[in-house]
């Protein structure tokens, strides 16, 4: 019999239910947030003996790992929590855990302080920056420039389904900066408007490709016929070491109702209950057809397919899109600014070639 997975601690559970709803998000945040988890996993267990202590934590750090694919800031936070859990006792490795996640902490802060400094660099005094979504890495080369003295305006997406434009809205007003909220629709009008695209990221591939909020390569591609420089803001944590080998980043695809309610969804379809799963059962072709010549046939896909017809409706919800290295002006890290396409010699630098994923050890 297979053992029963080991127990987590509430902590862990509720950081991971938050994640998966979106109540803690964006990269940088969210792997802050696990790594915080972990830590209270080491800090709650009352594992007897170091084996089962290791356990839980790999537990919680596949918890952890399971809630969103797209952000690798998510799982290069739990390979360095887990990578510094060290000792023999429970005592030690409970030290050395909290100890590891704090150090991840703390380096986040500072490789975003790093990476703001360099990204202001770019920003020059009376410039506006387009943004998208709500990225804190991108934030901080705003701050830092508005630190040093320089006065930005801001032209900022709403970013649907989710409208995180909004709280870069709400965080540059606080910081004193002019900001003009447009429908994502409108960007293309306002670049002109723009001497920079500034937005976050993901993921980094090692192609120097951009994973970030959906909608960003629509906008890079325009910046670029309208030669707005894009400027990406992403820490070393957001590089994508499996893509040093050959793996692609997952897209997460959310749920429609972030897209539509049940009443739009009715007032599309001309259905009131037209949500495919509560179909009722008996609207449904019968598992036998008997024809009018007394032939009996049994429901098919293609009988199934007519029924559907008509009354389906597709609703797409991807939450990120792949902005390719041509479009991408400057990958700016706490390491210096990037051409995209050289990001790969920092990725072997950081990572090597292999990888390993110490939850699943
Ligand atoms: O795409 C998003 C957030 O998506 P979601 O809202 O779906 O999590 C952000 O641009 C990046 O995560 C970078 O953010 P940061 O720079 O804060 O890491």
Same mark, same amino acid.
């Given at each position: 019999?297979?053992?029963?997975?080991?127990?987590?601690?509430?902590?862990?559970?509720?950081?991971?239910?938050?994640?998966?709803?979106?109540?803690?998000?964006?990269?940088?945040?969210?792997?802050?947030?696990?790594?915080?988890?972990?830590?209270?996993?080491?800090?709650?267990?009352?594992?007897?003996?170091?084996?089962?202590?290791?356990?839980?934590?790999?537990?919680?750090?596949?918890?952890?790992?399971?809630?969103?694919?797209?952000?690798?800031?998510?799982?290069?936070?739990?390979?360095?929590?887990?990578?510094?859990?060290?000792?023999?006792?429970?005592?030690?490795?409970?030290?050395?855990?909290?100890?590891?996640?704090?150090?991840?902490?703390?380096?986040?802060?500072?490789?975003?302080?790093?990476?703001?400094?360099?990204?202001?660099?770019?920003?020059?005094?009376?410039?506006?920056?387009?943004?998208?979504?709500?990225?804190?890495?991108?934030?901080?080369?705003?701050?830092?420039?508005?630190?040093?003295?320089?006065?930005?305006?801001? &032209?900022?997406?709403?970013?649907?389904?989710?409208?995180?434009?909004?709280?870069?809205?709400?965080?540059?007003?606080?910081?004193?900066?002019?900001?003009?909220? &447009?429908?994502?629709?409108?960007?293309?009008?306002?670049?002109?408007?723009?001497?920079?695209?500034?937005?976050?990221?993901?993921?980094?591939?090692?192609?120097?490709?951009?994973?970030?909020?959906?909608?960003?390569?629509?906008?890079?591609?325009?910046?670029?016929?309208?030669?707005?420089?894009?400027?990406?803001?992403?820490?070393?944590?957001?590089?994508?070491?499996?893509?040093?080998?050959?793996?692609?980043?997952? &897209?997460?695809?959310?749920?429609?109702?972030?897209?539509?309610?049940?009443?739009?969804?009715?007032? &599309?379809?001309?259905?009131?209950?037209?949500?495919?799963?509560?179909?009722?059962?008996?609207?449904?072709?019968?598992?036998?057809?008997?024809?009018?010549?007394?032939?009996?046939?049994?429901?098919?896909?293609?009988?199934?397919?007519?029924?559907?017809?008509?009354?389906?409706?597709?609703?797409?919800?991807?939450?990120?899109?792949?902005?390719?290295?041509?479009?991408?002006?400057?990958?700016?890290?706490?390491?210096?600014?990037?051409?995209?396409?050289?990001?790969?010699?920092?990725?072997?630098?950081?990572?090597?070639?292999?990888?390993?994923?110490?939850?699943?050890?």
């Amino acid at each position: 019999m297979a053992d029963a997975e080991p127990s987590v601690v509430p902590a862990v559970e509720s950081t991971a239910d938050d994640i998966a709803a979106m109540r803690i998000r964006g990269a940088a945040t969210i792997a802050d947030a696990a790594a915080a988890a972990l830590a209270t996993q080491a800090d709650q267990s009352e594992a007897e003996n170091a084996p089962a202590f290791r356990r839980q934590l790999r537990a919680a750090a596949r918890t952890l790992y399971e809630t969103r694919p797209t952000a690798v800031s998510l799982p290069n936070a739990l390979r360095y929590v887990l990578r510094g859990m060290d000792g023999d006792t429970v005592a030690d490795l409970r030290s050395t855990t909290i100890a590891s996640a704090e150090s991840f902490q703390r380096n986040l802060a500072q490789a975003q302080d790093k990476l703001g400094d360099v990204g202001a660099n770019r920003l020059r005094d009376g410039d506006t920056v387009m943004t998208h979504c709500h990225s804190t890495d991108a934030l901080a080369c705003v701050e830092a420039a508005l630190e040093s003295g320089k006065h930005l305006e801001a &032209i900022v997406k709403e970013t649907r389904p989710r409208k995180q434009g909004h709280i870069t809205a709400r965080q540059l007003r606080q910081w004193g900066v002019p900001v003009t909220l &447009i429908v994502d629709n409108a960007a293309r009008r306002y670049l002109d408007d723009a001497d920079h695209v500034l937005v976050g990221a993901d993921s980094i591939a090692a192609d120097g490709s951009v994973i970030n909020k959906i909608g960003t390569s629509g906008l890079a591609v325009n910046a670029r016929e309208r030669g707005v420089p894009v400027m990406v803001a992403a820490q070393t944590i957001k590089l994508h070491p499996d893509t040093l080998t050959g793996h692609s980043v997952e &897209i997460e695809m959310r749920d429609e109702t972030e897209i539509l309610t049940d009443v739009e969804r009715g007032a &599309i379809t001309g259905n009131d209950h037209d949500r495919a799963e509560e179909r009722r059962e008996d609207e449904r072709p019968p598992e036998t057809i008997t024809a009018e010549d007394g032939e009996t046939d049994v429901r098919s896909p293609e009988t199934d397919a007519a029924f559907e017809t008509g009354t389906e409706l597709a609703v797409e919800n991807p939450a990120f899109d792949v902005t390719p290295p041509r479009y991408v002006d400057a990958i700016v890290t706490e390491h210096g600014q990037f051409p995209p396409e050289s990001i790969v010699t920092l990725m072997r630098e950081l990572f090597g070639e292999m990888i390993d994923e110490p939850w699943e050890a």
